[in-house]
């Protein structure tokens, strides 16, 4: 079975801290995603990375940078958290050549206080 | 612009009954189009795909249905049982582009009364 970790299930953090959230998967997948999911607007793409050290914007990047230093870990960074970023955060990855599904990790729900 | 729509935001079934949740897409690139249930607090779960080749794909109790057409697909869910009570986001990929990237729709929570 594949496994997707986050690194932390409820986060409450405040206005103007660095947040750095974790997402590991021990399936050697190449690509890796980051959403946001927030009522009423469903899954939205933050980021995400076909290859080590590769990152691509998703539909929403703005506040937020990632890292992909090793295959098998997607960090997502928010520089300066607002109130706007209190939202529950899912990373998935699929790897390439795939027909198959995004697997996804358990989430992050995140509060900016 | 919503390339993938789900335009009912809730739905109530009685136990039992079938379940019919709608997605409306846009982008005629898109040729993989997949079901996730989710339940509160947890990721998505992957509930049943169909590619474009095809018109129907059924897995036990879920049965998804595609028309190219009309650029519309339909799960259903028979018979529905309590445990079925979710949101589920009809998400969609152009795979033969070469992009692994899925587009969700903005989900259908779906409350199944016993």
């Known amino acids: 079975d594949v496994k997707v970790t986050q690194s932390s299930r409820y986060l409450v953090k405040r206005t103007g801290e660095k947040v750095f959230l974790e997402c590991v998967q021990d399936?050697?997948?190449?690509?890796m995603f980051w959403y946001r999911q927030d009522p009423g607007l469903g899954l939205r793409l933050i980021y995400f990375?076909?290859?080590?050290?590769?990152?691509e914007k998703g539909d929403i990047p703005e506040g937020y940078s990632v890292s992909r230093e090793k295959k098998e870990r997607f960090s997502l960074i928010l520089e300066s958290a607002s109130t706007n970023q209190t939202s529950m955060y899912l990373c998935?990855?699929?790897?390439?050549?795939?027909?198959?599904?995004?697997?996804f990790g358990p989430g992050t729900r995140l509060t900016v206080l | 612009d919503q390339q993938v729509k789900q335009n009912s935001p809730s739905l109530s079934v009685q136990e039992g009954r079938i379940s019919i949740l709608n997605c409306d897409y846009t982008n005629s690139m898109f040729d993989y189009f997949l079901w996730y249930k989710k339940y509160p607090a947890e990721g998505p779960t992957f509930l049943i795909s169909i590619s474009s080749i095809k018109d129907k794909n059924e897995d036990g109790r879920f049965t998804v249905f595609l028309n190219k057409s009309a650029k519309h697909l339909s799960l259903h869910i028979v018979p529905s049982q309590p445990g079925d009570s979710a949101v589920y986001f009809c998400a969609a990929s152009a795979s033969g582009a070469g992009s692994y990237q899925l587009t969700f729709g903005k989900g259908t929570k779906l409350s199944v009364i016993p």
């Open positions: 990375s076909y290859d080590v050290k590769m990152k």
């Open positions: 998935a990855s699929i790897p390439t050549g795939s027909t198959d599904t995004q697997y």
């Open positions: 399936m050697d997948h190449e690509n």
